[in-house]
């Protein structure tokens, strides 16, 4: 047996311009600066809290607005395109997730800086829901780097490190699973750059995400 837990935004989907409006929304409520692109790129992967900890470190009273705000924001801009256009699925994603799934050994798995709420209208939007068998969220971890989420999957598939690969494209997610035990697979096509990784495998396409699994977990009978 085997579980390939996967990181959600900038691994599966491509929400980067909903998370800029939405942080760029939620900063102008507050009449503060709007970080750069670049700088919210940096902070894909922590949980909301931390995130705006990162960006606004001078504006600590304002922390609670901020992540309100950008919570009001994602939605609102979620429900007035759809999932489908505001989070759309990399390109081969789906047919990745379904040829690993097919296999009676592999188990999929979501360890995400989304809400619960979030992540629950992300995979209805896509037709995703049921796909993975454990779907750890912000609400009830520490922000990524801590390895909880990872432990948490671990404990509901009753597998071991060893048995287990992360796929992700920000150091938050390398280093939750170095710090859990687990192999890594990071992908180029995300919000980190690929060098600053540190990942044991990196992959420019979903077609080549079979083979790095297998390389890494050995191949599924």
Known sequence: MRVVIFDVDGTLVDSQDDICAAMGAAFASVGADVPSRAE??????????????????????????????????YMSLRAEKGTAESSPLYDGALAALERLRAEDETLLAVATGKSRRGLDKLLQGHGLTGYFVSEQVADFHPSKPHPAMLEAV????????????????????MEMARA???????????????????ADRLIGHFDELYDAVNALLGVSA
């Open 40 to 73: 919210i790129c940096s902070i894909v992967g922590l949980s909301l809290p931390e995130a705006m900890a990162v960006l606004a470190p001078e504006r600590a009273a304002d922390h609670v607005a901020l992540v309100e705000g950008y919570k009001a924001s």
């Open 180 to 198: 859990a035990g687990i192999a890594t697979i990071g992908v180029r096509w995300g919000y980190h750059a690929p060098e600053t990784l540190g």
């Open 154 to 173: 671990l404990r509901d598939t009753g597998l071991a490190p060893h048995q287990a690969v992360m796929v992700g494209d920000t150091r938050f997610d």
